[in-house]
C-alpha cells in the first residue's frame, strides 16, 4: 500500500519556469519531509513541515503542509539545471517512535539550460 | 565526521550466492535503517534498528537477514540471492529526538551512498 502519492513522476521543463510537486495521501501525517536525491547519492533532507497550514521557504523553493496535514506541495521559482534531481516526499505518523518514514514513489525533475 | 557509509558501492551476484552489506555511521545515532530503491517505487524500507542489539522487520523483509552487533554498524545480509533483489540499498541513521543538547529536526534521516546490487 502506497500511503504518499506523488505527482506528476516525471517533469521536464526549461529553465526559468515555475513548477509545482504534489504529495497527496489519505492518511494523516504528524510531520511530512521533502527529500531531494541526485544520481548515484542518497537522498538529501531539504525541509519538515510538521503544523498543517505551514508554509516554508528555502531560497527558490516553497514548501506548504496541508491545513489537515494529508498532503504538501513543493513549488519551485524559475527553476535551474541544479534543480534537476528527484524529489521524494516522506511523512511520519504520530506517535511513531521508531521513526520510520513512509516514502512517495519521487517525481524526477529535469531542468533544461 | 564521514556520516553514513556503506561498503560495498557495487556488487555482481549470481542467483544462490551470498553477501553481507555493511553500512556504518560515526554520528552515535540510535536508529538505524535499510532501503531498498527501485525505479518507480520510491525507498522501501528492509528491516530497521532502535538500537544496537535490536532488529525488526520493514514492509519487505522476505530474503534478507540484518545485525545490529554494534551501534555504529547494521549489516544487511542476502543469505540466497534471487534476481528479483537487484536494486540499489540504501541505510539511513537517525537521532532520537530531543538529544545533542538542542531541537532535533523532526525524524531527519541522513542516508549513505548506497550500494548498486545487480544480481544475475
Known amino acids: 500500500t502506497q500511503l504518499l502519492e506523488q505527482s506528476p513522476q516525471f517533469l521536464s521543463i526549461q529553465e526559468g519556469e515555475n513548477l509545482t510537486v504534489y504529495c497527496n495521501s489519505s492518511s494523516v501525517f504528524s510531520s511530512l519531509q521533502w527529500y531531494r536525491q541526485e544520481p548515484g547519492e542518497g537522498p538529501v533532507l531539504l525541509v519538515t513541515v510538521v503544523t498543517g497550514g505551514e508554509v516554508k521557504k528555502l531560497k527558490r523553493l516553497t514548501f506548504q503542509f496541508g491545513d489537515a496535514r494529508k498532503d504538501s506541495s513543493l513549488h519551485i521559482t524559475a527553476a535551474q539545471p541544479g534543480d534537476t534531481g528527484l524529489y521524494l516526499c516522506?511523512?511520519?505518523?504520530?506517535?511513531?517512535?521508531?521513526?520510520?518514514?513512509?516514502f512517495g514513489r519521487g517525481t524526477q525533475l529535469t531542468v533544461w539550460p | 565526521n564521514a556520516g553514513v557509509t556503506q561498503t560495498p558501492k557495487f556488487r555482481v551476484l549470481k542467483t544462490g550466492q551470498s553477501m553481507t552489506l555493511l553500512c556504518a555511521q560515526d554520528?552515535?545515532?540510535?536508529?538505524m535503517y535499510w532501503y531498498r530503491q527501485d525505479p518507480g517505487m520510491g525507498l522501501r524500507l528492509i528491516h530497521y534498528s532502535v538500537g544496537e542489539g535490536t532488529t525488526a522487520k520493514g514492509e519487505v523483509p522476505d530474503g534478507y537477514n540484518v545485525s545490529r552487533l554494534k551501534k555504529q554498524n547494521f549489516l544487511l545480509g542476502l543469505e540466497s540471492a534471487a534476481p528479483s533483489q537487484t536494486s540499489v540499498y540504501f541505510c539511513?541513521?537517525?537521532?532520537?529526538?530531543?538529544?545533542?543538547?538542542?531541537?532535533?529536526?523532526?525524524?531527519?534521516?541522513?542516508f549513505g551512498p548506497g550500494t548498486r546490487l545487480t544480481v544475475l
Open positions: 516522506a511523512g511520519a505518523n504520530r506517535g511513531s517512535t521508531l521513526g520510520r518514514l513512509y
Open positions: 539511513a541513521s537517525r537521532e532520537l529526538p530531543g538529544l545533542a543538547g538542542g531541537p532535533v529536526p523532526y525524524n531527519e534521516q541522513f
Open positions: 554520528m552515535n545515532h540510535e536508529y
